[in-house]
Each structure stands twice: as C-alpha cells, then as structure tokens.
C-alpha cells in the first residue's frame, strides 16, 4: 500500500529542494502538487495521472496550498499520516520574495501572502502527526535524518545523498500575478483584508 507523506513551510522555506531530497528509491516527492488539482487537493489523482510508481509519495508544498481541509482526504484513510513543517521567520521570507521579485510586488501584498499561509500551517500544525523544523537547521544532517524518519521511517537514510544535496540551490519564481494560482491567491485575499493595494 502507498503510504503519504507532506512537508510545508513558508514560500522560500526549502520545499523545492526537499522535494529533490525525498525523492530517492521508491520514494517520490512532488513540489507544489496540490496546485495541480482541483479542491479538495488530492494527491493521489496527481500520482494516478503522473503513473508514479512508489512505496512512499509525498508532497513539498508552500503553505498556501497546502490546508487542513487538503489532508483531511488522508487523515481519514491515515490519522497518523506524517507531516514536517518548516519554519521560517515571517520578516526573512518577505525578504528573500521581494528580492527574488526584483520589487516588483509590494512589500504590503508579501505580507498579506504568508499570513495566509502561516493561518494554515498553525492548523495543519496542530492536527497532524507534525514535526517541526526550523529553516536555519536544514543544513544539518542530524535534522535532515530526524525528516526522514518520520517522514518515511521504513527506508534507510542515506547520509551520502543528503551530504551531496544539501549545497543544492534550487530557485522557483512563482509568478504570482500571473493566471491560475494567483488569481485563487488574489481573491483570497482580498475577501480576507479587504485587497491589495
């Protein structure tokens, strides 16, 4: 039986690079896959339609996609199914966005984006069988083994591998003006604080 796995965090929290990092052997991790489908995100439609063939499939999701109501298709298959969210301070992440942007999405709309986010994670953090990590401690392998084990515990960690990724940088510009996502983002914003300005 394919067991699930989730891991979150903020934008800019390392999710695309984890995602390389628990995809090894018979384990597969997707980033950003619940963007793929169509609510409530199911993982498994994506593994059906993407033909993954693996003993463990997981996710690497921001925390904008991935909701409570999201897991609750694997909570009730799977109440233990296992979650690590990834922690970053809010500040840094608004940062690294306005950076990566060139400036070109305001300082105000940034926040407004991972507060949202950060509503989400607090639940999913509260629900699930959660382990926390701190973005500043994914440079260890000791944090990066205690993952892995509570992510997929039944497969060995490969301390090599990870040594070898760990000085992976791995860039993903969300466009988020652009069609799709950030429309559904947009909207909920704008329903929550009124809009952007």
């Given at each position: ?115 949202v986010a950060l509503a989400g994670i607090k639940l999913i953090s509260s629900m699930t069988n959660c382990m926390e990590v701190k973005f500043s401690d994914l440079d260890s392998m000791n944090v ?34 652009d069609k799709g996502f950030s429309e559904a983002f947009v909207r909920m914003v704008a329903e929550m604080n009124g809009g952007l300005e």
């Open positions: 039986m394919t067991r699930y796995f989730f891991i979150t965090g903020l934008p800019r929290s390392r999710t695309a690079w984890c995602s390389n990092l628990f995809t090894a052997g018979r384990v597969y991790c997707f980033h950003d896959a619940s963007r793929m489908v169509t609510e409530p995100p199911k993982l498994h439609e994506i593994v059906h339609e993407s033909r993954v063939d693996a003993d463990f499939i997981g996710t690497s999701d921001n925390g904008l996609p991935l909701t409570p109501s999201s897991l609750n298709w694997y909570l009730e298959r799977d109440p233990e199914v296992p979650v690590v969210v990834i922690r970053r301070p809010q500040d840094e992440v608004v940062r690294s966005l306005y950076k990566l942007h060139q400036g070109q999405i305001p300082v105000k709309a940034l926040v407004q984006m991972t507060d990066l083994e205690g993952m892995w084990k509570h992510l997929i515990p039944r497969v060995p960690f490969d301390m090599q591998r990870a040594a070898a990724l760990r000085g992976l940088n791995v860039q993903y510009a969300q466009p988020w003006y």
